[in-house]
């Protein structure tokens, strides 16, 4: 069983910059992968970033060249550094873990078993 508890959250001007945090526990290992997704208003869960054991990264390209995942494996915890934000930007953030995610499933929803609470970032303009 993995532990997911995100962090970081808050309200920031577009063209802003914000960094959130998902702490692991648990049942943690470092072959795990990681990702990030995100729940706008009225809209579907959508994957933003994706992390693995060999710390390679996958983006949407809604967010690419914008935001970077990384993963501090001392600390058991998950980022996401947010740049640039735009109002769209704004949703409630979860993190994700799985033992094992299919590389075609790396930004989907349905890869991942473990899940955290969300927090949430707020994009002004």
């Known amino acids: 069983q993995v532990h997911l508890v995100e962090s970081g959250g808050g309200s920031v001007q577009a063209g802003g910059s914000l960094r959130i945090s998902c702490e692991a526990s648990?049942?943690?290992?470092?072959?795990?992968?990681m990702g990030w997704f995100r729940q706008g208003p009225g809209k579907e869960r959508e994957g933003v970033a994706f992390?693995?054991?060999?710390?390679?990264?996958s983006y949407s390209g809604a967010v690419r060249g914008r935001f970077t995942i990384s993963k501090d494996y001392t600390a058991n915890t998950l980022y996401l550094e947010m740049s640039s934000l735009k109002p769209e930007d704004t949703a409630k953030y979860f993190c994700?873990?799985?033992?094992?995610?299919?590389?075609?499933?790396?930004?989907?929803?349905?890869?991942?078993?473990?899940w955290g609470q969300g927090t949430q970032v707020t994009v002004s303009s």
């Open positions: 648990g049942d943690t290992s470092d072959t795990y992968s």
């Open positions: 994700a873990a799985d033992p094992q995610v299919l590389i075609r499933l790396r930004l989907d929803r349905s890869g991942y078993h473990y």
């Open positions: 992390i693995d054991k060999r710390n390679i990264t």
